[in-house]
């Protein structure tokens, strides 16, 4: 994740984001969001708060670890199971 040209007014903002090839279409993480601040931490309760009824049962969101860019980005990334794209997966 990098922020570039931050102060400048003309930001790039670039993400690389894995995508993993997985067996069984079940075990794959098909949806990802953020909860990002600059210069201040990102409020990371609130955003697990929004995304919980997105989860299939029994799950749960899964977070990096917090990535800060050199112009004061601070973001976390969340994934999960989709409930609405992966209910014929049961429980």
Request: hydrophobic share 25%; proline share 3%; with cysteine.
């Amino acid at each position: 994740m990098t922020t570039k040209g931050m102060g400048t007014g003309n930001v790039v903002y670039t993400i690389f984001i894995p995508f993993e090839r997985v067996e069984n279409k079940c075990s794959s993480y098909t949806s990802f969001d953020h909860s990002d601040g600059w210069n201040h931490t990102p409020e990371l309760e609130e955003r697990k708060k929004q995304l919980e009824d997105e989860l299939m049962n029994a799950e749960k969101l899964e977070i990096s670890n917090l990535k800060i860019t050199p112009e004061g980005l601070q973001e976390y990334w969340v994934q999960w199971r989709n409930e609405d794209v992966q209910s014929d997966c049961g429980e």
